[in-house]
Each structure stands twice: as C-alpha cells, then as structure tokens.
C-alpha cells in the first residue's frame, strides 16, 4: 500500500506499518484539504501527508501527531 511519493531510505518500514496507516488515516479526516492550495485560495482534497521536522528515522518524529501536514499531489 503506497500513497503519494514512494518511501525510500532505512525508514521505509514506518511507512507501511499499521500505526502510520491509522495515524495517516486520522490526520487526512482531521484536516482534509490540502494546506497549501488553500493558501492560494484553491481547495483541493489532500491525499499525501508529510513531516513538518524532517523525521530522518527517528519514530518519536515519525509518528508525532502535531509534527503532520496535509498536502495534495
């Protein structure tokens, strides 16, 4: 199961784990639009969510609720 960019690196394991499935999951219903096109003034419906601090591996970072962002690609 992928979503937006293809997982690379030693952390690609986090991305297909059940608790980054659920967290996605919940942060995509919490906040549905795109948080850059609303900016511009144009809603779209988010599909990809990111780090905001670069996780580098590091699961506390990684699975860090308030450390999400919703983006559409």
């Known amino acids: 199961m992928t ?31 795109c948080k850059f096109c609303m900016a511009l003034g144009h809603p779209e419906i988010a599909n990809v969510v990111d780090h905001i601090k670069k996780h580098g591996g590091n699961e506390r970072l990684f699975f860090d609720s308030t450390n999400l962002y919703r983006d559409w690609e």
Do not use: F
């Not at 030693?10 to 995509?28: E, M, P």
């Open 3 to 33: 979503y937006g960019k293809k997982p690379q690196g030693r952390w690609h394991r986090l991305y297909t784990s059940t608790r980054w499935i659920k967290l996605r999951a919940v942060q995509l219903k919490r906040e549905p639009y």
